[in-house]
C-alpha cells in the first residue's frame, strides 16, 4: 500500500484482556518500529525489526508486551493482560533503510483499557 | 528524565508571520535532529532534519537552527499558514552509536495559525 495502516483503529479492552495490534508497513521497507504516545506526550520506542529479526526490544514496558515480524512484513503488537496504564496511542512506523531518517508512521491504534 | 524537551506546550501566531518553535535536549551524544508534524488522529509526518555537523537546514518554508553549545534547535516557518496548524514535535538520535534508529522525542508544541 501506498502508506504504513494499522488496525484496528481504536480498541477498547477490558483489563486483563489479551489485545493484538497490527501493523502493515510500506512493502518493501526493511526497518518497522513500535512506538506508545501517552496522553500529553510524544512518542516512546518500543522495540525495531529489521526484517524479521528483532534487534531491539528495551523499550518494550514489561513481559506483557511481545511483538512479532514472523516474515518481514507485516507485524503484530501483542499486550497480555491489559492494564489501564497501557492505554496509549500505539505508532507503527517502517523505512526502508536502517538508520532513523524521518521514517513513515501509520495513524496509530488508540487503546483504552477500562 | 526528559532528555528532548519542548518546553512551550503551545504558539500562536498570525498567518503571514513566522512561527519559531523551541526544542532543548540534553543527552550530548544526540548527534541528529529531526522535525515531525502530527495533526489530529494521524501519525507524525517528517517535516526536515538536521545533522549535528550543520547549524541550518532549510527547505522551502522551512528553516531549522541548531545551537550545538546551548543544546538547542529550533524550527522557524516563514510565512507560516493556517494550514500549518498542527502538533510539532522534536526529536533526536544518535546516529554514530548502534542505536542510530531509535528516535527521542519531545512532548510536541501545538501552533495555531490564525488567519
Known amino acids: 500500500g501506498a502508506g504504513v495502516s494499522q488496525s484496528p483503529r481504536y480498541k477498547v479492552a477490558k483489563r486483563g484482556q489479551d489485545v493484538a495490534l497490527r501493523c502493515d508497513p510500506i512493502?518493501?521497507?526493511?526497518?518497522l518500529f513500535w512506538y506508545q504516545q501517552a496522553l500529553g506526550q510524544g512518542p516512546e520506542f518500543l522495540t525495531y525489526?529489521?526484517?524479521?529479526?528483532?534487534?531491539?526490544k528495551s523499550g518494550l514496558p514489561s513481559d506483557r508486551f511481545f511483538a512479532e515480524r514472523p516474515e518481514g512484513s507485516v507485524s503484530t503488537l501483542k499486550i497480555q493482560r491489559t492494564q489501564q496504564e497501557d492505554s496509549a496511542v500505539y505508532l507503527c512506523?517502517?523505512?526502508?533503510?536502517?538508520?532513523?531518517?524521518?521514517?513513515?508512521f501509520g495513524s496509530g491504534t488508540r487503546l483504552t483499557v477500562v | 528524565d526528559q532528555q528532548v524537551k519542548q518546553n512551550s506546550p503551545s504558539l500562536s501566531v498570525q498567518e503571514g508571520r513566522i512561527s519559531i518553535l523551541n526544542c532543548d535536549y540534553t543527552?550530548?551524544?544526540?548527534?541528529?535532529f529531526l522535525w515531525y508534524k502530527k495533526y489530529p488522529a494521524e501519525g507524525p509526518t517528517f517535516l526536515i532534519s538536521?545533522?549535528?555537523?550543520?547549524d541550518k537546514n532549510e527547505d522551502g518554508r522551512f528553516t531549522v537552527f541548531l545551537n550545538k553549545s546551548a543544546k538547542h534547535l529550533s524550527l522557524h516557518i516563514v510565512p507560516s499558514q493556517p494550514g500549518d496548524s498542527a502538533v510539532y514535535f522534536c526529536?533526536?538520535?544518535?546516529?554514530?552509536?548502534?542505536?542510530?534508529?531509535?528516535?527521542?522525542f519531545g512532548k510536541g508544541t501545538l501552533l495555531t495559525v490564525n488567519p
Open positions: 512506523a517502517s523505512s526502508l533503510g536502517v538508520v532513523g531518517y524521518g521514517y513513515t
Open positions: 512493502s518493501g521497507h526493511v526497518s
Open positions: 525489526f529489521q526484517n524479521e529479526a528483532q534487534l531491539d
Open positions: 543527552n550530548s551524544m544526540f548527534d541528529y
Open positions: 538536521i545533522s549535528s555537523i550543520k
Open positions: 526529536a533526536a538520535s544518535v546516529i554514530k552509536a548502534g542505536s542510530n534508529y531509535k528516535l527521542t
